[in-house]
Protein backbone atom coordinates (compact mmCIF):
# COMPACT_ATOMS: atom_id res chain seq x y z
CA UNK A 1 0.00 0.00 0.00
CA UNK A 2 1.21 3.41 -0.81
CA UNK A 3 1.16 6.22 1.97
CA UNK A 4 0.42 9.41 -0.76
CA UNK A 5 1.11 12.71 0.51
CA UNK A 6 0.06 15.65 -1.20
CA UNK A 7 1.68 19.20 -0.39
CA UNK A 8 2.03 22.81 -2.10
CA UNK A 9 -1.52 23.77 -2.04
CA UNK A 10 -2.63 27.30 -0.71
CA UNK A 11 -3.94 30.80 -2.10
CA UNK A 12 -2.75 32.12 -5.10
CA UNK A 13 -3.65 35.12 -7.14
CA UNK A 14 -5.40 34.74 -10.78
CA UNK A 15 -2.02 34.51 -13.38
CA UNK A 16 -0.20 33.11 -10.62
CA UNK A 17 1.83 29.38 -10.90
CA UNK A 18 1.56 27.01 -8.07
CA UNK A 19 3.62 23.79 -7.90
CA UNK A 20 1.96 21.27 -6.34
CA UNK A 21 4.09 17.68 -4.86
CA UNK A 22 2.91 13.96 -4.37
CA UNK A 23 5.16 11.66 -2.30
CA UNK A 24 5.06 7.93 -1.32
CA UNK A 25 7.40 5.60 -0.96
CA UNK A 26 7.61 3.42 -3.72
CA UNK A 27 5.99 6.03 -6.03
CA UNK A 28 8.40 5.55 -8.79
CA UNK A 29 6.49 2.04 -9.44
CA UNK A 30 3.37 3.65 -10.25
CA UNK A 31 1.66 5.42 -12.87
CA UNK A 32 0.45 8.84 -10.84
CA UNK A 33 -2.23 10.55 -12.16
CA UNK A 34 -3.41 14.10 -10.47
CA UNK A 35 -6.88 15.10 -10.37
CA UNK A 36 -9.08 17.62 -9.18
CA UNK A 37 -12.44 17.97 -7.88
CA UNK A 38 -14.57 21.60 -7.15
CA UNK A 39 -17.79 21.68 -5.07
CA UNK A 40 -20.77 20.14 -7.02
CA UNK A 41 -18.32 19.51 -9.90
CA UNK A 42 -17.20 15.95 -10.84
CA UNK A 43 -13.47 14.65 -10.20
CA UNK A 44 -11.19 15.39 -13.44
CA UNK A 45 -8.04 14.28 -14.66
CA UNK A 46 -5.55 17.41 -14.75
CA UNK A 47 -2.77 15.43 -15.65
CA UNK A 48 -0.88 11.83 -15.43
CA UNK A 49 2.81 10.23 -15.93
CA UNK A 50 3.45 7.02 -16.86
CA UNK A 51 5.93 4.87 -14.06
CA UNK A 52 8.28 3.71 -16.46
CA UNK A 53 8.47 5.30 -20.23
CA UNK A 54 7.62 8.88 -18.84
CA UNK A 55 4.66 9.13 -20.90
CA UNK A 56 2.61 11.83 -19.86
CA UNK A 57 -1.64 12.85 -20.66
CA UNK A 58 -2.94 16.44 -20.49
CA UNK A 59 -6.32 16.54 -21.08
CA UNK A 60 -7.88 19.63 -23.06
CA UNK A 61 -9.43 21.23 -20.23
CA UNK A 62 -5.81 22.36 -19.06
CA UNK A 63 -5.68 24.39 -21.70
CA UNK A 64 -1.54 23.28 -21.56
CA UNK A 65 -1.61 25.11 -17.98
CA UNK A 66 -0.38 22.02 -16.38
CA UNK A 67 2.68 20.19 -16.81
CA UNK A 68 3.73 16.95 -14.60
CA UNK A 69 7.12 15.50 -13.53
CA UNK A 70 8.87 13.24 -11.36
CA UNK A 71 12.15 12.88 -9.55
CA UNK A 72 12.33 9.82 -8.92
CA UNK A 73 15.42 10.35 -6.36
CA UNK A 74 13.16 12.09 -4.40
CA UNK A 75 9.90 9.49 -4.81
CA UNK A 76 8.09 12.60 -6.01
CA UNK A 77 5.69 13.53 -8.94
CA UNK A 78 4.83 17.31 -9.43
CA UNK A 79 2.06 19.13 -10.80
CA UNK A 80 3.23 22.70 -12.55
CA UNK A 81 0.15 24.96 -13.00
CA UNK A 82 0.46 28.04 -14.61
CA UNK A 83 -1.88 31.57 -15.64
CA UNK A 84 -4.11 30.09 -12.73
CA UNK A 85 -7.70 30.68 -13.05
CA UNK A 86 -10.29 30.94 -10.06
CA UNK A 87 -11.76 28.08 -12.29
CA UNK A 88 -8.74 25.92 -10.94
CA UNK A 89 -9.43 25.73 -7.27
CA UNK A 90 -10.65 22.91 -6.45
CA UNK A 91 -9.05 19.93 -3.83
CA UNK A 92 -6.13 18.60 -6.04
CA UNK A 93 -5.41 14.99 -5.63
CA UNK A 94 -2.51 12.72 -6.22
CA UNK A 95 -3.74 9.06 -6.83
CA UNK A 96 -1.58 5.81 -7.95
CA UNK A 97 -2.23 3.01 -10.20
CA UNK A 98 0.07 0.20 -10.51
CA UNK A 99 -1.05 -1.05 -13.98
CA UNK A 100 -2.15 1.06 -16.27
CA UNK A 101 -2.57 0.55 -19.86
CA UNK A 102 -2.38 3.95 -20.93
CA UNK A 103 -1.68 6.77 -19.31
CA UNK A 104 -4.45 8.73 -20.88
CA UNK A 105 -6.77 5.81 -19.95
CA UNK A 106 -6.20 6.45 -16.54
CA UNK A 107 -6.52 9.95 -16.45
CA UNK A 108 -10.02 10.09 -18.16
CA UNK A 109 -11.33 7.42 -15.49
CA UNK A 110 -10.36 8.49 -11.68
CA UNK A 111 -12.28 5.31 -10.63
CA UNK A 112 -9.34 2.70 -11.96
CA UNK A 113 -6.96 4.84 -9.72
CA UNK A 114 -5.52 2.07 -6.81
CA UNK A 115 -4.87 4.76 -4.57
CA UNK A 116 -5.16 8.17 -3.55
CA UNK A 117 -4.02 10.99 -0.91
CA UNK A 118 -5.99 13.17 1.03
CA UNK A 119 -5.35 15.97 -1.12
CA UNK A 120 -4.16 19.55 -1.20
CA UNK A 121 -6.52 22.90 -1.39
CA UNK A 122 -5.82 24.82 -4.06
CA UNK A 123 -7.92 28.31 -4.11
CA UNK A 124 -7.30 31.22 -6.74
CA UNK A 125 -8.93 34.19 -5.83
CA UNK A 126 -7.74 37.79 -6.09
Known amino acids: QLQIVESGGGLVQPGGSLRLSCTAL??????IGWFRQAPGKEREGVSC????????YYPDSMEGRATISRDNAKNTVYLQINSLKPEDTAIYYC?????????????????????WGKGTLVTVSS
Open 95 to 115: AAKWRASTVQAMCVDYNGMDY
Open 26 to 31: GLNFYA
Open 49 to 56: IGSSDGAT
